[in-house]
């Protein structure tokens, strides 16, 4: 793959992307297709990039779970990343590609305050501060090189993210007083997807063989899935079987939201006062295993049935892998800021049940009123 194309700029040099968008690459390349190579930047402090660059840009990740009631347990060798760049030190290598003919598509993985501005940052800077900032300096560079649009995929988890980042770079490119020709064709020709990412990854392993030769390796739960708006097949994504192209995501996230978080919150409210530590241990109870399937299948399930899709074979998927063997999820992380999980999670589930039946749900009426 030495000699492909660098199509895609990534910002964020994470664990996460490695073991998600990278690896989809990684494995269209294997599947004959020609998603283009990867250049990473990373905009924050710390050694990601240089850790990558120092090792060839090459890493391993472990996909460890349960797949169809099967043990899963295999390995990705992934060299899908051409080069990985530090903002602070080569920010002139970043608007070079940005100014290049072969690059179509832009991901970023920032997190929620990634999003957020930064006043010091200007038209001069060098690079900027903030990552909105510098996606309107790499943006800005395509433009006054004649280039057309790139695809633009930010994955951080937030409601409406790339409508979201879109607003925020055109208000700071008005701020800056950039051109209104130029803002149109950010607008317009730059196409900005909303989307939704699902999979667990766990990070480096405590112990695995390939750490030998391998201090990059990553280990991550065999379920993916990155459900993309495709405007009208503006898209244009390489093919993936975890890449949905879907016309809107927001199914996808009341899926997610409904069912996983769901049930990842009502075994907060139920096993962790009873003595359980992890979501594995409380599923793998016959008690309160039983009981969540109950509560899935009975109550949470039905509500979003006729609005999402495959809600039944989703909950099957989910209760799968909170039984992975190979991750220790701790139920205290999860209750963090339990309460108001509990309103965006099960409340709507308990009134939308009640509204369509007539009658309370039973199960999860019960938790809540536990709950207090």
């Known amino acids: 793959m030495s000699d492909q194309k660098e199509k895609i ?9 490695r073991a998600f968008f990278d690896l989809f690459v990684q494995e269209a390349f294997e599947a004959g297709e020609d998603p283009g190579k990867v250049v990473v930047v990373q905009s924050t402090t710390g050694a990601r990039a240089s850790d990558l660059a120092a090792r060839g840009c090459s890493y391993h990740v ?32 970043v608007l070079e590609l ?9 991901v970023s993985n920032t997190t929620e305050k990634g999003y957020e501005v930064d006043d010091s940052d200007g038209p001069a800077s060098s690079p900027p501060a903030s990552f909105p900032a510098k996606l309107l300096q790499v943006l800005q560079a395509r433009f006054e090189a004649g280039c ?5 995929l930010p994955c951080e988890l937030i409601e409406h993210n790339a409508s979201t980042l879109r607003g925020i770079v055109l208000g700071l490119g008005e701020s800056w007083g950039l051109p209104l020709e130029f803002l149109r064709w950010m607008a317009k020709e730059c196409s900005w997807h909303e989307n939704l990412v699902d999979r667990i990854v766990t990070g480096r392993p405590a112990a695995h063989p390939l750490l030998e030769e391998d201090p990059l390796v990553i280990a991550c739960e065999p379920f993916a899935l990155f459900a993309v708006e495709n405007h009208g097949g503006r898209l244009g994504l390489f093919s ?16 997610k939201v409904r069912i996983l978080n769901g049930a990842h919150t009502a075994l907060v409210a139920k096993a962790l006062p009873a003595g359980f530590s992890t979501v594995r241990e409380a599923v793998e109870d016959s008690r309160i295993g039983s009981w969540l399937h109950d509560l899935l299948f009975q109550e949470i399930v039905p ?35 339990h309460e108001d999980k509990l309103r965006v999670r099960l409340l709507p589930t308990r009134a939308e049940y009640a509204e369509q039946t007539g009658e309370d749900p039973v199960i999860l009426t ?3 009123r536990s709950s207090g």
């Open 366 to 368: 019960e938790l809540l």
């Open 148 to 152: 057309r649009g790139v695809t633009i």
């Open 62 to 93: 472990l996909l460890r779970g349960i797949t169809d009631g099967e043990q899963v347990d295999s390995v990705c060798r992934v060299e899908s990343i051409s080069r990985a760049l530090v903002a602070g030190e080569s920010w002139p290598e």
């Open 98 to 106: 940005a100014r290049s003919e072969d690059l179509e598509v832009i």
């Open 303 to 337: 509500t979003v049935r006729d609005r999402v899709e495959d809600a039944e074979g989703f909950a099957h998927d989910v209760l799968e892998r909170f039984r992975n063997p190979f991750v220790d999820h701790r139920l205290e992380d999860i209750a963090l800021h």
């Open 240 to 255: 993936h079987p975890a890449i949905r192209a879907v016309d809107d995501v927001t199914p996808y996230a009341l899926r």
């Open 9 to 17: 700029l990534q910002f964020g040099a994470g664990k996460f992307l």
